[in-house]
């Protein structure tokens, strides 16, 4: 645990843009019903 002071200088940390669309990847799950119903 840290238990000493901290001085934050945030600036500009945070700005307003546009929003910019990112590449992304499709995944799929195949789900086992009948090991899912006996794990829970």
């Known amino acids: 645990m840290q238990f000493a002071n901290m001085t934050i200088l945030w600036n500009?940390?945070?700005r307003?843009?546009?929003a910019q669309k990112l590449k992304?990847?499709?995944i799929t799950f195949n789900i086992?019903?009948?090991m899912?119903?006996?794990e829970n």
């Open 24 to 26: 992304g990847h499709e």
């Open 32 to 34: 086992d019903i009948g």
């Open 36 to 38: 899912t119903n006996d």
């Open 16 to 18: 307003e843009t546009n």
């Open 12 to 14: 500009e940390s945070y």
